[in-house]
């Protein structure tokens, strides 16, 4: 091989190099970048704006409700506290839940339909706690950041569609490894606050039955691992999270 040639080779695998470790390291950077930062990307990408959350203007009990119920679950302790986490449900028939930047959880009212006790809802959004405080959000941007860039550079600026793909693209498929993290932090979570576990493998075996199960579920761990997982953390004294006519009026919350 030519001299000129070898170091053009040399050079694009050093580059190549340089890129892969570059993106290995960007997760655990993701890590420690500070809650401010997420903030000030989250404006920057208008998720705000897209999304409204529900406030239960026909049934004022509604909201009460569902905080009460989120209330139970987060914060628990100092540390939680130190989170800027909000959880807010919002209209729409999709069957889903996710954590966005900075911190907001966002239930769809679909979800709602699907969820047949209030431990099977505070399952759900005990896992996507975790996915927040393990800054999975961040994690995954971090590595989508190049295609980010890439699909909002091919855009006008301030194009609505601008935002809406970035919000797309926040609304992310997570690792298998951070589903773990997320489902055994989020049973640990249960746990502390004496809410009964079974109500997490229930929703998800379910779910995964079910021909409408939505798509993020295919990246989560199969319903037996999450089965097994709950009934190891399982065995603790429980109390109910709602009664029976605060979680009937929990459905009413977008009305
Ligand atoms: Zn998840």
């Known amino acids: 091989m030519p001299t000129g040639k070898r170091k053009g080779l040399l050079w694009a695998l050093a580059a190549v190099g340089i890129g892969v470790s570059f993106a290995a390291l960007l997760p655990s ?18 998720g705000d704006a897209l999304l409204r959350p529900c406030r239960g203007t026909a049934e004022p009990a509604s909201l009460v409700a569902f905080n009460k119920l989120v209330a139970r679950i987060y914060p628990l302790d100092a540390e939680d506290r130190e989170l800027p986490i909000t959880v807010d449900v919002i209209a729409g028939d ?52 190049f295609t980010l860039t890439a699909l909002s550079s091919a855009l006008p600026t301030g194009s609505p569609g601008n935002s ?72 603790y004294p429980t109390a109910a999270v709602l009664g029976a006519a605060e979680w009937r009026s929990v459905g009413a919350i977008c009305r």
């Not at 420690?32 to 920057?44: I, Q, S, Y």
């Not at 079910?210 to 089965?227: D, G, M, Q, T, V």
Request: no cysteine; proline share 3%; aromatic share 8%.
């Open 29 to 46: 950077v993701a890590r420690h970048v500070p809650w401010r930062v997420e903030r000030w990307m989250d404006r920057a990408v208008g």
């Open 94 to 145: 999709t069957i889903n839940a996710f954590a966005a930047l900075d911190g907001h959880i966002h239930v769809f009212e679909g979800l709602l339909g699907q969820v047949e006790s209030p431990e099977e809802l505070a399952g759900v959004i005990a896992h996507e706690i975790e996915h927040v405080r393990g800054r999975h959000i961040m994690q995954g941007l971090a590595v989508n950041l």
């Open 164 to 235: 809406r793909i970035a919000y797309s693209l926040l609304s992310m498929k997570f690792s298998r490894q951070q589903e773990a993290e997320a489902d055994e932090r989020g049973l640990a979570r249960l746990r502390a606050a004496h809410v009964d576990a079974a109500g997490f493998s229930r929703f998800f075996a379910r779910a995964e039955l079910s021909s409408a199960a939505p798509a993020w579920l295919s990246s989560h761990p199969a319903s037996e691992a999450r089965a097994e997982l709950a009934h190891r953390a399982g065995g």
